[in-house]
């Protein structure tokens, strides 16, 4: 798998190019079109939490950043703040502190940078961005919340990347899977779970060893394997389950058959039931997603999350279920930068590039390019300073569509020298009607 | 002047509300599409500077927020980074950095987020955005350069101000400046030009005891008072001025008039040469601008910047010189939401919403969101669990347009149930003619 080389003022902090920029800013500007076409609003929250708000999460496990002014005298300083290290948190907050003013349910996507102070590494970042959707009700919020998240991710996945690319979404439900465990004898649901998370990493072998230390008795262990990897939904009806396996179960169900009926055909392919899917041992408590990109499988999963009973209990307010998913922005856009059409994108917006031959007609040049942008046309006004060669070579470098020129004689004339950068076919074009000429 | 009420996690770090959210990023896209129609390419950098970086400009008149690992041991872990305070010396980094990438002249845009750990008040953010053009050259840069980023400043103020509204680009030349305060015999030219900086703050009657104060005779004070504040280029002419304020005043009329060349002659009018502007002892050496908004004067200036000869010499590197403006986006989108078209921003990007009165219906409700979303239309889908009244207020209120009904019988016809909800009329349709009917 090929990934761009990003440089950055500090390792684990990358910056694109110009021309990278420019694609990541389109791809962001697609996901936000697929996002708002499910009437996902757009939020932005700050960069700094207080740490108490993060404490509550789990800071010890997450390298976070607190800040200090660097001019404070000893011992002051807003040391109670630090930046935030996910997107979800700072939602449960915003969530918490609006609520008044907020309509339930509440759809939100955001998409914006996080910090974790990890030690530098390839392919581990210590800002990356995230593309966050989730849906929050308020007590109550029924399960096709669960298969919006799903079919608007898919259709986003679908859009950004090259066209025919494989990739699935991976759909658990981990009602299901603490359910089967439990009917195969585990003595340690968690861990059989965490067990099960594994799998993929250590292979299928150690991880019946592993089932089997959790108190499940070894042909057990075998089939539970087995289920899991088949993934048939069919063969799990015939199991006869009951209690929670089978709430799971149904809620699975549910939600893949909604989700296809929210897609177009073409994508119903890309929703996989896949009950090896555990995601950790986060606060997931139903619907859980993992997504896999069949090109970039040394990505991991580049969208992921799930079903949440309780958004802001850790901040002791009324229950607000939600389910959400993320796209891991950063670590995506490393391998699909590489891929067409993103790889070739140009480093400049503007299509056309003014020349500057002669400084004394740059009231000339000027009325040039104001003529086109006028007209809608993105135009470079090169300000002189550079030999006219140099000018339309680093034009062509930089990806620009069309060069014009003009000297005395045509400034007077009201004309110019139109050369198409790809052809380097010229023609001369009035002034008047150079608009239509490009357009 | 009426600002808007905002929230946050933390005093100094402003939030939006949804509604306010969509607005502010729909005039950051007018920003960026004004930009870009003058060939600036976005440029986003990391929120971290090394600490080395940010000190060669000056750390401690900033209020710069270093970083610390909260995890780490004692004495180590990432002290040496900071947040930036602003996006002119994570540009001047970014070039030194990337210079055998990058094309000269460079031009790039920056809409990005700086910090300031100053002590939270009215109007003072420690957390805000800004949205920066500059242009860059090597060794050289001609003036024109000047005239482009006023004329795409100002292009870009009239996209987002109210209509109507009347602002100024006030333009000045600090070689005219210097060359002036030189001229009234001054002992002191930076004192000189900060007593000028300070004359709308203290009135001119204080700031002529101050220019006499650097050793300018009484009425030769008077006289440059009256100079300044006529500001009529003109009359400078026949005081046959030479040296710096010759090249001065030669620079900022050639800048007046080629920036009015690049602009529609409505816009004309919107710039005018200021000699009381002098943007304190900032690095400028030649054209700089200040802005004011008729109906906002205490934002104070919304646009400002100006022509430095050496971006990057504190970093060490072969000379950089460069123009840019910036536009003080969070102070500005403080007032510009209250006003129109902003200030009536609907919540949701949708338009459409599709209501679940019955969750036994839920597989057909998604037909209906799909079938709408496919025609490309916003359609929000109600996963349930609310009563159909709540659900239809909860749409008007965040300003959705339409309502879609379907009971069981609508369901089986294949038909819908239509309201509008701005003149709460309803017709029945066919699910195949909605899109038709909605668009």
Same mark, same amino acid.
């Given at each position: 798998?090929?990934?761009?080389?990003?440089?950055?003022?500090?390792?684990?902090?990358?910056?694109?190019?110009?021309?990278?920029?420019?694609?990541?800013?389109?791809?962001?500007?697609?996901?936000?079109?697929?996002?708002?076409?499910?009437?996902?609003?757009?939020?932005?929250?700050?960069?700094?939490?207080?740490?108490?708000?993060? =404490? !509550?999460?789990?800071?010890?496990?997450? &390298?976070?950043?607190? @800040? *200090?002014?660097? /001019?404070?005298?000893?011992?002051? $300083?807003?040391?109670?703040?630090?930046?935030?290290?996910?997107?979800?948190?700072?939602?449960?907050?915003?969530?918490?502190?609006?609520?008044?003013?907020?309509?339930?349910?509440?759809?939100?996507?955001?998409?914006?940078?996080?910090?974790?102070?990890?030690?530098?590494?390839?392919?581990?970042?210590?800002?990356?961005?995230?593309?966050?959707?989730?849906?929050?009700?308020?007590?109550?919020?029924?399960?096709?919340?669960?298969?919006?998240?799903?079919?608007?991710?898919?259709?986003? =996945? !679908?859009?950004?990347?090259?066209?025919? &690319?494989?990739?699935? @979404? *991976?759909?658990? /439900?981990?009602?299901?899977?603490? $359910?089967?465990?439990?009917?195969?004898?585990?003595?340690?649901?968690?861990?059989?779970?965490?067990?099960?998370?594994?799998?993929?990493?250590?292979?299928?072998?150690?991880?019946?060893?592993?089932?089997?230390?959790?108190?499940?008795?070894?042909?057990?262990?075998?089939?539970?394997?087995?289920?899991?990897?088949?993934?048939?939904?069919?063969?799990?009806?015939?199991?006869?389950?009951?209690?929670?396996?089978?709430?799971?179960?149904?809620?699975?169900?549910?939600?893949?058959?909604?989700?296809?009926?929210?897609?177009?055909?073409?994508?119903?392919?890309? @929703?996989?039931?896949?009950?090896?899917?555990?995601?950790?041992?986060?606060?997931?408590?139903?619907?859980?997603?993992?997504?896999?990109?069949?090109?970039?499988?040394?990505?991991?999963?580049?969208?992921?999350?799930?079903?949440?009973?309780?958004?802001?209990?850790?901040?002791?307010?009324?229950?607000?279920?939600?389910?959400?998913?993320?796209?891991?922005?950063?670590?995506?856009?490393?391998?699909?930068?590489?891929?067409?059409?993103?790889?070739?994108?140009?480093?400049?917006?503007?299509?056309?590039?003014?020349?500057?031959?002669?400084?004394?007609?740059?009231?000339?040049?000027?009325?040039?390019?104001?003529?086109?942008?006028?007209?809608?046309?993105?135009?470079?006004?090169?300000?002189?300073?550079?030999?006219?060669?140099?000018?339309?070579?680093?034009?062509?470098?930089?990806?620009?569509?069309?060069?014009?020129?003009?000297?005395?004689?045509?400034?007077?004339?009201?004309?110019?020298?139109?050369?198409?950068?790809?052809?380097?076919?010229?023609?001369?074009?009035?002034?008047?009607?150079?608009?239509?000429?490009?357009?």
């Amino acid at each position: 798998m090929e990934t761009i080389k990003l440089t950055g003022a500090v390792g684990g902090f990358p910056e694109f190019l110009p021309a990278q920029q420019r694609a990541a800013d389109e791809i962001i500007s697609i996901i936000k079109t697929q996002y708002e076409s499910y009437g996902y609003t757009p939020l932005e929250t700050a960069t700094v939490e207080k740490i108490e708000t993060l =404490l !509550a999460k789990g800071i010890a496990a997450k &390298e976070v950043y607190g @800040l *200090r002014r660097l /001019n404070a005298e000893d011992g002051e $300083g807003d040391k109670e703040l630090a930046l935030r290290f996910d997107l979800t948190v700072p939602l449960a907050r915003y969530v918490v502190q609006n609520q008044n003013e907020l309509v339930f349910p509440f759809r939100r996507y955001q998409i914006q940078p996080v910090f974790r102070g990890e030690r530098p590494q390839k392919g581990r970042y210590r800002q990356f961005h995230q593309a966050d959707i989730d849906i929050l009700g308020q007590e109550t919020l029924p399960l096709s919340a669960d298969a919006e998240v799903i079919a608007c991710a898919t259709q986003t =996945l !679908a859009a950004i990347l090259p066209k025919g &690319e494989e990739f699935i @979404l *991976r759909i658990n /439900n981990r009602k299901l899977l603490q $359910g089967l465990v439990a009917w195969a004898g585990s003595a340690d649901i968690p861990a059989a779970i965490k067990t099960i998370d594994n799998a993929e990493k250590v292979g299928w072998p150690k991880t019946i060893e592993g089932l089997i230390q959790t108190a499940i008795a070894a042909p057990k262990a075998e089939d539970l394997a087995a289920l899991l990897q088949a993934s048939n939904l069919e063969n799990l009806t015939k199991l006869g389950l009951s209690g929670e396996a089978e709430e799971g179960l149904t809620e699975l169900q549910t939600v893949l058959s909604l989700a296809k009926t929210l897609l177009p055909p073409a994508l119903h392919g890309n @929703l996989k039931a896949d009950l090896t899917i555990a995601r950790g041992l986060d606060y997931y408590t139903g619907t859980v997603v993992e997504t896999v990109v069949a090109s970039a499988k040394e990505l991991g999963s580049v969208c992921s999350g799930g079903r949440y009973e309780n958004l802001t209990a850790s901040l002791g307010k009324k229950a607000i279920p939600g389910v959400g998913l993320s796209i891991g922005l950063s670590r995506l856009l490393a391998w699909l930068l590489t891929q067409e059409p993103w790889a070739s994108m140009p480093a400049t917006p503007a299509t056309v590039l003014v020349t500057c031959q002669d400084e004394n007609l740059m009231a000339y040049y000027a009325k040039v390019a104001q003529t086109l942008r006028q007209a809608g046309i993105k135009t470079e006004l090169h300000p002189g300073g550079q030999a006219l060669g140099t000018q339309i070579k680093n034009g062509v470098k930089r990806g620009l569509t069309f060069a014009i020129m003009a000297n005395d004689d045509d400034a007077k004339a009201n004309r110019v020298q139109l050369k198409n950068l790809a052809t380097a076919t010229q023609s001369e074009q009035a002034l008047e009607t150079l608009p239509t000429a490009l357009l």
